[in-house]
């Protein structure tokens, strides 16, 4: 049976972090890691005290994100990204997790956008972005996404291959362009999709913070999406 590490990257996030982890459903993963991205609220603590192993990182999503791998479990076969605010909604684990256990899938992500979104859970600028990127990437790399969603399972010794190189929220991103430069079987399926339990988006929170967000990820698209698998995938 593949063991199941979730990496929850969380930045301010004690409104939620708590309700999160007391979701998990622990007789199916390994464990869950919470990496604390610099908070300066309770999020470690209340994160800790409903079971999740709290680790620190430096702060940007991606650094985030690559410290969770590395500090991930050595048996666990698979790695889960989630957001620590509420929305991503976990009994679609499963659903994510199993094509790559039964050896059907490598790299599976979780579409908002093909499922059903509550009102007010994604902005219009995010499902535009969805569209706007899916399209960009299915014209550099011949695959079409349909939404660069946080909630997403991936074979490990897969990811470890990519060697990540965005730690900030270009992080998404590169993993998915990279799956596809190094031909790796691409599942995507719909999910459900809730409001955040509290806080505040650090990608759409204010004006700011989404156009710095979007440059970053167009930055990441430009330059590691124009890259081609057929001679040395990074």
Known sequence: MAQISIIIPALNEAESI?????EMPWPLIAECIVVDNG???????LAEAHGARVIQSPRGYGAACFAGMQAAAPASDILVFMDGDGSDIIANLPRLTEPIARGDADFVMGSRIRGRREPGSMLPSQVFAAHLVGALLRLFQGFRYTDMGPFRAIRRSCLEEFRMAEMTYGWSLEMQ???VQHHLRILEIPVNYRRRIGGTSKVAGDFRAS???GARI???????????SSSNPQ
């Open 39 to 45: 908070s300066t609220d309770a999020t470690a603590a």
């Open 177 to 179: 362009i990279k799956a």
């Open 218 to 228: 167009l930055e990441v698209l430009f330059r590691v999406g124009r890259r081609q």
């Open 211 to 213: 156009i710095k967000a």
């Open 18 to 22: 708590g309700r999160v982890v007391a």
